[in-house]
């Protein structure tokens, strides 16, 4: 059974950090595509970062560049998104997907699947 499922969110004062974990299970990595998403109350579905492993890229979504960075443990068949300097806005569930489709190609609202339940981050100011 194909399954995602996301870890490491909690409640932290702005300026701090968290690192999320997306656990895969029934494929393997080195086939997909891994994005993270967040929605936010009352929000839109937004992207976050995807890595694709087949060509080594990442993509950042605007509100994540220089504060996110997503990483990956191949053994464990696990994404994390290490967030840094976090604001209140970053506040939402956030979500990890997959997709075949190599990032710097993939329509983030149209072309990912198999959506884990979500961790919550809630940053307070």
């Known amino acids: 059974e194909v399954q995602l499922v996301e870890s490491g969110g909690g409640l932290v004062q702005a300026g701090g950090s968290l690192r999320l974990s997306c656990a895969a299970s029934?494929?393997?990595?080195?086939?997909?595509?891994i994005g993270w998403f967040r929605q936010a109350p009352g929000k839109e579905r937004e992207m976050v970062s995807c890595?694709?492993?087949?060509?080594?890229?990442?993509k950042y979504g605007d509100s994540a560049q220089g504060r996110f960075t997503i990483s990956w443990d191949n053994a464990k068949n696990t994404m994390y998104l290490s967030m840094n300097n976090l604001k209140p806005d970053d506040t939402a569930v956030y979500y990890c997907?997959?997709?075949?489709?190599?990032?710097?190609?993939?329509?983030?609202?149209?072309?990912?699947?198999?959506w884990g339940q979500g961790t919550q981050v809630t940053v307070s100011s």
């Open positions: 997907a997959r997709t075949r489709i190599l990032c710097r190609y993939a329509n983030f609202r149209l072309d990912f699947g198999s």
């Open positions: 029934g494929f393997r990595f080195d086939d997909y595509s």
């Open positions: 890595f694709s492993i087949s060509d080594s890229t990442t």
